[in-house]
């Protein structure tokens, strides 16, 4: 399976920033709002990976302390002035960072959370292993994203738009037997629910727990 590399996604992402929203907002809506409902239930101090243009932030309780991290700096200037407009004080911080090597002390977190991003890194155990790093025992880490149909006309598809996909920043093949075995290598963590998404369940919802 070909990787994603840095320079490539951050070149993508920049050519994104000016149109995500538009593009990609509707398209977005139902996973991104189911999995800012699930952190919610949880509350406290929330990562948000991959905030992008901030497009979620204004969606969570103000009572939600939410930090924000993204390897896109056009993307963050949105969100920088996303969190300006609407005054979102309970954003504690919005960061250029490498998913890979977060810059955050163990356990810093109640929650994770990485919207549509677990497919557009470099390296997505590497992301997984600091995601789990930085989750306090007793959370969550929830991910949106495009699972890999196992067989048929889809996952034909998916392997041969694979070389355009990963021009404009992404993966599109990633099976979930990659995640499960990420899950099978760290005892602490285990999956507490999978749920698919529209639009036409090409994407989930997919929640894991770290052990108290």
């Given at each position: 399976m070909g990787e994603l590399d840095?320079?490539?996604i951050t070149k993508a992402y920049a050519r994104w920033a000016p149109v995500y929203d538009l593009v990609f907002g509707a398209v977005f809506d139902k996973g991104r709002r189911a999995s800012i409902a699930a952190a919610e239930r949880i509350g406290g101090r929330v990562l948000e990976v991959g905030v992008g243009t901030g497009i979620s932030l204004p969606e969570y309780s103000r009572q939600t302390r939410l930090?924000?991290?993204?390897?896109s700096e056009p993307m963050l200037r949105k969100a920088q002035a996303r969190k300006r407009e609407l005054k979102l004080d309970n954003v504690e911080a919005l960061s250029v960072?490498?998913?890979?090597?977060?810059?955050?002390?163990?356990?810093?977190?109640?929650?994770?959370?990485?919207?549509?991003?677990?497919?557009?890194?470099?390296?997505?155990?590497?992301?997984?292993?600091?995601f789990a790093r930085v989750l306090k025992p007793g959370g969550e880490m929830i991910l949106v994203n495009h699972i890999?149909?196992?067989?048929?006309?889809?996952?034909?598809?998916?392997?041969?738009?694979?070389p355009i996909?990963?021009?404009?920043?992404?993966?599109?093949?990633?099976?979930?037997?990659?995640?499960?075995?990420?899950?099978?290598?760290?005892?602490?963590?285990?999956v507490i629910e999978r749920r698919p998404m529209p639009p036409l369940g090409h994407f989930s919802m997919m929640r894991f727990g770290k052990a108290e």
């Open positions: 840095a320079a490539t930090v924000g991290i993204d390897i960072m490498d998913v890979g090597h977060l810059g955050f002390p163990d356990a810093s977190f109640d929650v994770v959370v990485a919207q549509y991003v677990i497919t557009a890194v470099p390296d997505p155990d590497a992301a997984l292993d600091e890999s149909a196992e067989g048929g006309l889809r996952r034909t598809f998916e392997l041969q738009f694979a996909a990963r021009r404009l920043g992404w993966r599109p093949e990633f099976e979930w037997a990659r995640l499960q075995a990420w899950v099978d290598r760290n005892p602490t963590m285990r």
